[in-house]
């Protein structure tokens, strides 16, 4: 018999594509009008996400039986030249994910320096560099982060 799929499960994959979003947000400042892009471009690219999920639901759904779905997890792989053109994909696409995070979360990091908050040593990261004002030591600090995060060797943990 077949099983369904708990909530759970379908927020474990919807999740990561909203969380990206999140970029866009936190690279905000570069914005000419922040307050009217960031809604608009928020709520367009969620609306985008669930267009694409839903055109990858329908193009799987027309193209493999039922039984393949619930019995085989990479059912694209099969079909493709090569297996390694998704996994390439998959790689090239967390890669730009976890750019995406350490360069927005260092813009975020600077952007809580500068708010002058009774942290200590956190005004350290408010400095950015001569040309672009880029949050150099904020991508030092959540580059070690991340790097920390990943040592443990169980993200869960993180999680």
């Known amino acids: ?25 936190n690279l905000s400042g ?5 307050g009217s892009a960031i809604g ?16 990858l639901l329908l193009t799987l759904a027309s193209s493999f039986t039922r039984e393949t779905l619930k019995e085989n997890m990479t059912p694209m792989q099969d079909l493709t030249p090569s297996k390694y053109i998704i996994v ?23 952007a809580l320096a500068r708010d002058d908050l009774p942290f200590p ?6 400095k950015g560099s001569l040309h ?5 030591r904020a991508v030092m600090m959540t580059w070690l982060i991340a790097q920390l995060c990943c040592f443990i060797g169980d993200l869960d943990i993180v999680s």
């Open 30 to 34: 570069d914005l000419k009008d922040p």
């Open 88 to 110: 390439v994909g998959i790689a090239i696409s967390a890669g730009s994910s976890a750019l995406g995070s350490v360069f927005g979360g260092s813009r975020v990091l600077q």
């Open 1 to 25: 018999g077949g099983s369904t799929c708990s909530f759970s499960t379908i927020f474990g994959i919807i999740f990561p594509a909203m969380t990206g979003i999140m970029e866009g947000a």
């Open 121 to 126: 040593g956190l005004s350290f990261f408010a």
């Open 40 to 55: 608009k471009g928020t709520i367009g690219a969620v609306l985008c996400s669930i267009l694409v999920y839903i055109i």
């Open 132 to 136: 672009g004002d880029e949050p150099r």
